[in-house]
């Protein structure tokens, strides 16, 4: 699949290991050496990772709007915050712009790229936004020795520096994942699920039972009723999650990040992109009549928000 360039790298992608579950013990008079420290810094990064994932989710916290210019023909994205399905931060600190016209050039010829060409040199095909964790290496200082030579002195790296990729992909963006299947199912967002009998599967049977018992309360019970739905759905949901990949003792992340978690977040869709023929080469001349539609995109409300919603969500039921 084609992809942009990478419009914020810095350099080569630095692995960040996550180990929650193992602290440095240190005692007096240790000898700590480079794997003390990385141990260190594992522990604490993975505890935060895995509460961000399991805890929170994914979704963009702020800003991240894309917009597109057409006198410029740029699509550019916002500065903003967001959190991806592995519980990293995704921080674009400026805006990102992208010439699609120069983009297309460089991957018109891309395994998978489906575009339309008309007999005028018009080119239509759809894309969409996404971004991406991107850890790099930064900030070189003098170091006493190299450990890759038996050189005495050199240069290296004293920092590592978490940033994004943003890349345009063509196609339509993916569907939203979610988790707690069920609690959806019991709100009416989902529908049930069913064996290859076409019967429904007993725990999506209990959600749609227990929205029927919600719905036939009587006005003054149907709270009462609806925390005791949730209560009893949600340990459901909960029995039947997973890690990505719960048996693989190679995947260490997989093991740890909720199965559902996406390693990219898709920012808007780009349908019906157009570039014509000028100058010699190619400029956008126009896209469909919503875009780029900021609605594709994944979003975390913040608890605060949450709780000043509870009232108002609750007296719907009553």
Known sequence: ???????????????????????????????????????????????????????????????????????RGEVAVAAGLALDGRGRELHNDVAQCLNVARWFEAHREDAGFSFSEAADGRIGFDAHVRIRHHACLSAPVPALADSCS???????????????????????APARR???????????????????????LAADQAALDARMAIVAAPAADRIAVAA???????????????????????????????????????????????????????????????MPDNAVRSVLLPSASLQALAGALLSALV
């Open 150 to 172: 038996n050189e005495a002195g050199g240069t290296a790296y004293s920092r590592v520096f978490e940033t994004v990729l943003i890349e345009l992909v063509p196609g339509p």
């Open 228 to 290: 005791e739905a949730l209560q009893r759905i949600a340990v459901l949901d909960g029995l039947a999650e997973t890690p990505a990949s719960p048996s693989d003792p190679d995947d260490l992340d997989g093991r740890l990040f909720p199965a559902a978690g996406p390693g990219s977040l898709a920012l808007a869709e780009l349908r019906g992109l157009v570039l014509r023929p000028a100058n010699g080469g190619l400029t956008l001349d126009g896209v469909g009549p919503a």
């Open 178 to 200: 979610h988790r707690h299947h069920l609690l959806r199912v019991l709100a009416g967002l989902d529908a049930a699920t069913t064996d290859a009998d076409g019967a429904v």
């Open 1 to 71: 699949m084609a992809t942009d360039t990478e419009t914020t790298s810095c350099g080569s992608e630095v692995p960040l290991p996550n180990a929650p579950y193992v602290a440095l013990h240190p005692h007096y008079g240790m000898l700590l050496g480079v794997a003390d420290f990385e141990a260190e810094q594992a522990y604490h990064r993975g505890k935060m990772r895995l509460h961000n994932a399991w805890a929170h989710g994914w979704g963009v916290l702020w800003g991240l709007g894309v917009t597109l210019d057409l006198a």
